[in-house]
């Protein structure tokens, strides 16, 4: 599976837009990217997931440039209540039945929106 | 609709002690995960089950043991408490189709302390 790098943590101010890359040059040609979400004292909750250009939802947006080998999560318009630690997952469940899995989640971004 | 389920949410165990932890998701998933998260640290992967009947060692495995009961249930066991196995405990499950690297689905998690 591929390697991730994130930043540790960002700051930043309700109401601005909060852009986290995360670094995957080993990343395969199955492997999707994927971006959980946890709050503290709760299990990660799942955000987005792409594979190449551009993904949105209600939550987020994904930009995944034309090489893949980083991808970035964009919050638009934080509020304090997306204070949280966001984490780059790369991986296809193929490789996780095959290579006994070494599926870990990294130590992922501590953001922490300020009033 | 609950999700996944763990049981119990708080535990201390004495070292030596064994101790199972519960697992039930009703979202008729195939794949099961248990991780372990340290303080200010990501989430390891400790052992999955890609589908009923079968399990598989992650990146973490040792002290542990699991078990398969069926498709919604997955339980994690310590055999004999060690104070290194102070931990967070989250459970997971995905729906595991094809190559798509599924959005996995957490527990609430087990906070486990071993004195």
């Known amino acids: 599976l591929a390697k991730t790098t994130q930043p540790i943590s960002m700051d930043s101010y309700e109401g601005q837009e909060v852009n986290i890359t995360c670094s995957h040059n080993n990343i395969a040609t199955n492997d999707y990217i994927t971006w959980y979400q946890q709050f503290p004292s709760q299990g990660p909750r799942f955000i987005i997931q792409?594979?190449?250009t551009k993904v949105t939802n209600e939550v987020a947006s994904l930009f995944i440039p034309a090489d893949r080998k980083s991808s970035t999560l964009s919050l638009p318009r934080v509020s304090l209540s997306d204070t949280a630690v966001y984490y780059c997952?790369?991986?296809?469940?193929?490789?996780?039945?095959?290579?006994?899995?070494?599926?870990?989640f990294g130590g992922g971004t501590r953001v922490l929106v300020k009033p | 609709n609950a999700g996944v389920t763990q049981t119990p949410k708080f535990q201390v165990l004495k070292t030596g002690q064994s101790m199972t932890l519960q697992c039930a998701q009703d979202?008729?998933?195939?794949?099961m995960y248990w991780y372990r998260q340290d303080p200010g640290m990501g989430l390891r992967l400790i052992y999955y089950?890609?589908?009923?009947?079968?399990?598989d060692k992650g990146e973490v495995p040792n002290g542990y043991n699991v078990s398969r009961l069926n498709k919604r249930e997955f339980s994690l066991r310590l055999e004999s408490a060690a104070p290194s196995q102070t931990s967070v405990y989250f459970c997971a499950s995905s729906e595991d189709r094809g190559v798509i690297n599924q959005p996995q689905h957490f527990g609430d998690g087990t906070r486990l302390s071993i004195l």
């Open positions: 792409g594979y190449k």
């Open positions: 089950s890609a589908s009923e009947g079968t399990t």
């Open positions: 979202m008729n998933h195939n794949s």
């Open positions: 997952l790369v991986g296809d469940s193929l490789m996780i039945k095959a290579a006994g899995n070494k599926l870990t």
